[in-house]
Structure formats: C-alpha cells, structure tokens
C-alpha cells in the first residue's frame, strides 16, 4: 500500500469514528467520503475530500494539490457518474457531473473563498480544475 493510501485510509477511520469529523490539517474543514468505481479496475474507491453545499447539491473540486493531471477519482466519476457519498453519518447514492462554465468558476470561486488552497492549487497547474456537483438521487 502506498503512503498516500494509507493517509487516506487513516483519514477515513477518523471520518468515521467521529461522526465525519476529522482533525489536523482538515480541522473545522467539511469533508465527505466519495465512493466510486474504477474506471479500468471496476473496483470501488473510496477518497475523502473537502466540499460545500450548494443548496441541495455538494460541490467537490478535482484539484491533486495543483498536480499537472486529475486525481483518479475525478476519470472514476466521469466513467461511472452513479457514486456513493458519506457526509456525517450519512450514506446516500448521487449523481456526479462535471460543472460546464460559467457555472464551473462561480463554484470554484465559492471553493476558494472557504479554503484559499484552492486558490493555489489552480496557480500550480495549467490544466483547468474541474468541478464536480454530486446530487442526491432518490
């Protein structure tokens, strides 16, 4: 197992063993578990990442930290757009799409108010990041 799987795997014991809240680097930050399946592997995956709420719909960013290439998950959701998402103790099937513009800067824009990170992720790369809503599915 590499070191980023096992720092995702001890932040998803955390998520989980205290209601979705975690501490250190991610204190105060709201974060959810998104499950997907891969794209060549069909197997699940599971990532915890920061997001905010859109009125009824979650708003995930693909940045990989500014990295010249989208994270996994993000290539996962586009091929399997039906995902699993665990906010609190919640889990709840969702639709993925990807934000087309202007939409997709407005909600980036909304991202990096909340956590200027985000901000310097987009100033690390040249490739567009990606924005992805989740929507609840009935």
Same mark, same amino acid.
């Given at each position: 197992?590499?070191?980023?799987?096992?720092?995702?795997?001890?932040?998803?014991?955390?998520?989980?063993?205290?209601?979705?809240?975690?501490?250190?680097?991610?204190?105060?930050?709201? @974060?959810?578990?998104?499950? &997907?399946?891969?794209?060549?592997? %069909?197997? +699940?995956?599971?990532?915890?990442? =920061?997001?905010? $709420?859109?009125?009824?719909?979650?708003?995930?960013?693909?940045?990989?930290?500014?990295?010249?290439?989208?994270?996994?998950?993000?290539?996962? @959701?586009?091929?399997?757009? &039906?995902?699993?998402?665990?906010? %609190?103790? +919640?889990?709840?099937?969702?639709? =993925?799409?990807? $934000?087309?513009?202007?939409?997709?800067?407005?909600?980036?824009?909304?991202?990096?108010?909340?956590?200027?990170?985000?901000?310097?992720?987009?100033?690390?790369?040249?490739?567009?990041?990606?924005?992805?809503?989740?929507?609840?599915?009935?």
């Amino acid at each position: 197992m590499s070191s980023a799987n096992d720092w995702n795997t001890a932040i998803i014991n955390e998520f989980r063993a205290n209601g979705g809240k975690v501490g250190g680097n991610f204190a105060g930050t709201p @974060l959810l578990l998104l499950h &997907t399946i891969g794209a060549r592997s %069909g197997l +699940e995956r599971i990532n915890p990442l =920061a997001y905010f $709420a859109d009125g009824e719909r979650l708003v995930v960013i693909a940045s990989k930290a500014g990295a010249p290439t989208n994270p996994d998950w993000y290539y996962n @959701l586009v091929a399997n757009p &039906t995902v699993t998402v665990e906010v %609190g103790t +919640e889990t709840f099937q969702a639709r =993925a799409t990807v $934000a087309e513009e202007p939409e997709r800067s407005q909600l980036f824009d909304k991202m990096a108010a909340r956590n200027p990170g985000f901000a310097t992720y987009q100033q690390r790369t040249e490739r567009i990041i990606p924005v992805v809503i989740l929507e609840r599915l009935a």
